[in-house]
């Protein structure tokens, strides 16, 4: 080989090394930002944390649900009618998303009777901003949810995640009713509870954590 390509292949070597400290390194760090996550979401119903350093680099650690399914056969008697929009029957059952947000929230207990328009009604913001904050909150997307209430709203990091928690739970005993509607009866504890203990042996919820990095933007990164 000429040396130009014994050259090539040392760098490249040199690079995997560097590659495989470098993810060590991350590991170890990433693993305390998570002990310090894990505590501060403990016994709360809070689904992420943020970190802001002096430098303007973030980090942001979210609990993420993964909904697996157990016993496809019983999905046809929790969804009833409205079966097809929830889940494509195939060698396996894959979900769609209203589904596993419905599985995920029944699964968790994480659900509350109210309404989302009642929630929003209730914030510290003019009638304007309410309006505007209605056609982007749904209660399905916690973070998405918890950045608009605080660039709209104006509320502080935990009121934001208070009320996005709040919302999201809010949102998932909306589409519990609604469910029910579509399958002719009414949600009634009895019915609950019923319809929670199909869930439990439909399916299997399993929560991690993720952990998303956003570096600042640097001075040559703005010009």
């Given at each position: 080989m000429n040396q130009n390509l014994n050259s090539a292949i040392d760098r490249m070597a040199q690079i995997e090394r560097?590659?495989?400290?470098?993810?060590?390194?991350?590991?170890?760090?990433?693993?305390?930002?998570?002990?310090?996550?894990?505590?501060?979401?403990a016994d709360t119903k809070i689904k992420s944390v943020s970190y802001v350093t002096p430098s303007g680099n973030t980090a942001e650690v979210t609990v993420s649900d993964t909904v697996s399914v157990t016993a496809g056969e019983l999905l046809t008697g929790i969804f009833g009618a409205v079966s097809r929009s929830m889940f494509t029957e195939e060698v396996k059952y894959t979900l769609k998303a209203p589904a596993k947000?419905?599985?995920?929230?029944?699964?968790?207990g994480e659900y509350c009777k109210g309404k989302i328009s009642d929630i929003l009604d209730s914030l510290p913001c003019d009638d304007r901003t309410k309006k505007i904050l209605s056609k982007k909150i749904k209660g399905a997307d916690f973070r998405k949810d918890k950045k608009n209430l605080k660039t709209l709203a104006g509320l502080s990091e935990t009121d934001a995640s208070d009320i996005a928690y709040l919302l999201y739970e809010t949102a998932s005993y909306e589409n519990l009713e609604a469910l029910a509607?579509?399958?002719?009866?009414s949600l009634t504890p009895e019915k609950l509870s019923g319809f929670r203990s199909q869930v439990n042996a439909a399916v299997n919820v399993s929560r991690s954590i993720k952990t998303r990095i956003t570096a600042a933007e640097s001075e040559c990164d703005e010009t």
């Open positions: 560097i590659k495989e400290e470098l993810d060590e390194e991350y590991a170890l760090l990433q693993k305390e930002l998570l002990t310090d996550a894990e505590q501060k979401l947000r419905i599985l995920s929230a029944v699964w968790h509607g579509a399958n002719g009866f």
